[in-house]
């Protein structure tokens, strides 16, 4: 038992150091006992002398110290993280914390410190760090003086994701950790869990996902367990999977960007909660270099355009041939002097199709090569997925025509027969405006008032396509189609590489085509129906791209299965915008007239979600190093509460045990010397002047 009130000790203060005091005194007793053998007068008093010279060299004081008591100290940590919020946990939450609360309450002398564990805020960057209850003790135990704490009491689910390796020094502090759980035992429940998925892929490219289903409290049960897989929000497979076994799964990215892959395995009867039935993993996606075929039917001016352009992208690897000799050309020049190479037909058009993502018809016109069989090829190639572009030339106007082969099945305008050869400035159409192809071409900087003038036009009849340009009497000038899985292009006019050489200030040629290209070629920030949301702060901002003013609203339907509506703002040239708030971490789905998108909050399978059923495996190793207790709180009594001793167990049947630390603080502090240095001097001349008188007589 600690004693308080006022405290006295003896200690020892050297003036110099000890190891020198002891030789001093050896030397101090030999020569004393020499005076003492050889019977000199005196040598009581000496030994005498050198005795009390010792005593003021150790310096002895007296301190006296006055104590208070301390209180000691009682650390509740109440685990209240999204997995205490299933089956009914937060009853058991609750009720469990506040019997805690007050039988500690009845100790005297003992002070209740409480702090609560929470989930971090979505966008916090520490949304997947769990349940971090050892850390948030760490700093509870940061105000609290060391050897104060009686014991430590947690209520949780016992799913704690910063475990402390048991030799921790963080137990030195803690005393004996008692926990209750949470929660019953042996509870029902279905955890899919998508193992190391990766981050980027190819387009197109198979990638390898593997998975596990896990069924509890029987994990090892030999079943079958049906999971979905969906990219961006389809069903693209669906298999039987066994439980507790890794599966793998191959899947194709289908655009650039993000993809959010979701895996659903069905409803158990009974679990304890649907949130790890799903496992979601948002994978970016990048294309491959784009493989790009540009048939030129003659040399012209325009022709470097098409090239230059398609070769300073980097992501586009180009295949340019130029017909220089067709078949149908005559003349005397021997095979053998000529440096051309043969149109490698057959394996272009038949054998490695498909290996394009874009064919590009540069003043194409029937001359014998491509015969209508390759050209069937080029309509199925598009109906699967293809693109196609064509540049139309003064041939199109005639019996020599694309326009007179099968391509005019896809093409989507149709020639009059007529050329305009007259001076006209190229403008956006109506739909141009709002297309993301053309309507971001133009700026304050770069206006259509400031384009230069072409010269000839190919009249065409728009048949089925947008037209996005005009030229001389609003004739179509650039028309945009689908058909099929697959996109066609059609430019009416050869005369664009004036733009590219800057007559009468020129215009935006390499953006025009570039922006043509890849949109053929469907890069999804170019498609004209386009849903987009982005995080900004705690809010969601959604922006709609669209052809039609028709779509005034957006649906959100939020992780925790809530769904609200969005009002668009009016539409200015195609686009229009709307918000909604953030609420928590997960995957949101948004859908405005049948278009739909996703984006990902924070972690896409937190930790919180992944393991939801109370398990005192974790915790256990941590009671029985502490000398704690535990009781499951829905089956068993709260123990009575005791003071013990210092003690290596601190828990019994139907008791847990606090420890009594005895621990006080210092109110008042006294240290005096017992021989003062005057009185020590005053003595020592007393016997010195003793030895001398004894020693003169």
């Known amino acids: 038992m600690m004693n308080y009130g006022t405290i006295t000790s003896l200690e020892l203060a050297p003036l110099i150091p000890i190891v020198w005091i002891g030789l001093l005194m050896g030397v101090a007793a030999l020569l004393c006992a020499a005076a003492w053998w050889l019977r000199i007068g005196g040598s009581l008093m000496r030994i005498l002398a050198f005795g009390l010279l010792s005593i003021y060299l150790l310096k002895p004081v007296m301190t006296q110290e006055k104590r208070d008591p301390l209180q000691d100290v009682a650390i509740v940590i109440v685990d209240k993280t999204d997995s205490q919020k299933i089956g009914g946990r937060e009853d058991d939450v609750s009720k469990t914390h506040q019997e805690i609360h007050n039988r500690l309450s009845e100790f005297e002398n003992l002070e209740i410190i409480t702090s609560y564990v929470q989930n971090p805020k979505a966008g916090s960057g520490a949304e997947d760090i769990g349940t971090a209850l050892f850390e948030n003790l760490k700093e509870t135990l940061k105000s609290v003086d060391r050897g104060r704490v009686a014991a430590t009491f947690l209520v949780t689910d016992g799913q704690i994701h910063d475990i402390p390796k048991t030799t921790s020094d963080i137990f030195d502090n803690t005393g004996p950790i008692h926990t209750a759980l949470t929660g019953t035992r042996n509870q029902t429940d279905r955890v899919l869990e998508l193992i190391a998925p990766p981050t980027f892929a190819l387009v197109g490219k198979p990638i390898t996902l593997r998975f596990k289903v896990t069924d509890y409290p029987n994990p090892s049960e030999a079943r079958a367990t049906v999971v979905s897989i969906e990219v961006d929000g389809e069903i693209v497979r669906q298999m039987a999977v066994r439980n507790g076994e890794v599966s793998e ?84 020049t021997p095979l053998n002097e000529l440096s051309l190479i043969p149109f490698p037909i057959v394996e272009l058009f038949e054998r490695k199709l498909s290996d394009f993502d874009l064919i590009v018809f540069d003043r194409y016109r029937k001359r014998g090569v491509l015969t209508d069989r390759y ?298 010397t017992l021989f003062p240095a005057w009185f020590v001097l005053l003595i020592l001349v007393g016997l010195l002047m003793t030895i001398w008188y004894r020693e003169s007589r």
């Open 375 to 672: 050209l069937d090829n080029i309509v199925n190639y598009v109906a699967d997925g293809g693109a196609l572009l064509e540049a139309a030339g003064p041939s199109f106007a005639t019996p020599l025509s694309l326009y007179r082969t099968p391509l005019a099945n896809i093409l989507p305008g149709a020639p009059t027969g007529a050329i305009l050869e007259a001076r006209y400035t190229p403008k956006l159409s109506d739909p141009g405006k709002r297309h993301p192809v053309t309507g971001r071409l133009t700026s304050s900087k770069n206006s259509q008032d400031n384009w230069g003038p072409w010269f000839r036009l190919i009249d065409v009849r728009n048949r089925n396509g947008t037209v996005l340009m005009t030229g001389a009497d609003e004739k179509p000038l650039l028309i945009l189609n689908r058909f099929g899985k697959g996109r066609v292009a059609q430019l009416a006019s050869d005369h664009a590489w004036l733009w590219g050489h800057g007559f009468e200030g020129g215009g935006p040629q390499s953006e025009l085509f570039r922006r043509i290209a890849h949109w053929l070629m469907k890069e999804p920030d170019l498609e004209e129906e386009k849903l987009t949301v982005t995080r900004v702060g705690g809010a969601l901002k959604i922006e709609r791209q669209s052809m039609e003013d028709t779509a005034r609203s957006v649906t959100v339907d939020y992780p925790d299965g809530t769904r609200e509506t969005a009002p668009f703002s009016s539409y200015k040239e195609g686009k229009a915008s709307a918000s909604a708030p953030v609420k928590g971490i997960g995957l949101y789905q948004l859908n405005s007239g049948g278009l739909r998108t996703m984006v990902a909050i924070g972690n896409l399978s937190p930790k919180e979600n992944r393991k939801i059923r109370t398990t005192d495996e974790l915790i256990f190793p941590i009671s029985e190093v502490t000398g704690g207790g535990m009781i499951w709180a829905s089956e068993e009594a709260l123990p009575s509460l005791r003071y013990m001793s210092s003690a290596t167990n601190y828990t019994g049947r139907g008791w847990w045990g606090l420890r009594q630390n005895n621990a006080f603080e210092i109110s008042g502090y006294t240290r005096d």
């Open 249 to 332: 799964v191959d899947i194709k990215l289908p655009h650039a960007g993000a993809n959010h892959i979701v895996l659903r395995a069905v409803e158990k009867e009974n679990e304890i909660s649907k949130l790890n039935n799903l496992a979601v993993a948002q994978i970016n996606a990048v294309r491959d270099r784009l493989k790009v075929l540009l048939v030129s039917g003659e040399p012209h001016m325009g022709e470097r355009g098409w090239r230059n352009i398609l070769k300073s992208d980097p992501s586009v690897d180009l295949v340019h041939f130029t017909i220089l000799r067709p078949p149908e050309k005559q003349d005397a």
